[in-house]
């Protein structure tokens, strides 16, 4: 049955005209992925290239995420990766919150349909959009796993796009940082798995 409603959510994605995104997107991103997982990454909205190819992190940050992922052994087949937004804003401006609003239904549709253990948030949007605006600072509650409800727990991770535009590797750095969130991830999915 789930299968059923996810494939109607991502076609409802796909005719999507709720908000003027709609008329703007060259394509709309529902995600992609295993639709079986434990393990969910949720962005914040899809750019140029996603919004020219339909797929979901594709663009610099995707080839950066699926590296990252990589190094723990993860395989994008292996999870499910969406965004919050399912059409690109416009110049990748911030989403506004009547268009996160409009795609609500969609993003926790597919949540409830995976039924994932937990998730990824890249960035401070899906972080807030998932655990409320008054969370926090992401570099300060990254790496942390919260409470979702009673059966997902989310990490928020830097985006890989911030990762781009702060390369460093040093001890410290965002990347050096982000390396031991998504071993903590890693760790946690073995555990699934079992």
Avoid at 34 to 39: G, R, S
Avoid at 141 to 162: A, C, Q, T
């Amino acid at each position: 049955m789930s299968g059923d409603k996810f494939d109607k959510i991502c076609s409802a994605i796909l005719s999507c005209q709720k908000c003027p995104l709609g008329k703007t997107r060259t394509r709309a991103v529902p995600g992609e992925g295993d639709k079986k997982t434990a393990l969910m990454f949720i962005g914040e909205a899809p750019g140029a290239d996603e919004d020219a190819q339909g797929r979901p992190f594709v663009g610099r940050a995707g080839q950066l995420l699926t590296k990252i992922l990589e190094s723990v052994q993860i395989s994008r087949d292996e999870v499910y990766i969406t965004n919050i937004l399912k059409c690109r804003p416009p110049n990748n401006r911030t989403p506004l919150p009547e268009e996160m609003e409009a795609c609500r239904d969609y993003v926790l549709g597919q949540i409830e349909c995976i039924k994932p253990k937990f998730i990824g948030a890249l960035g401070s949007v899906p972080t807030k959009f998932l655990l409320g605006d008054g969370i926090g600072n992401i570099s300060k509650i990254r790496g942390n796993w919260f409470d979702f409800n009673e059966n997902i727990k989310v990490m928020p991770l830097f985006h890989p796009s911030y990762l781009l535009r702060n390369p460093s590797k040093e001890p410290g750095s965002p990347k050096h940082q982000m390396w031991g969130d998504i071993k903590k991830i890693k760790q946690a999915f073995v555990e699934a798995s079992k």
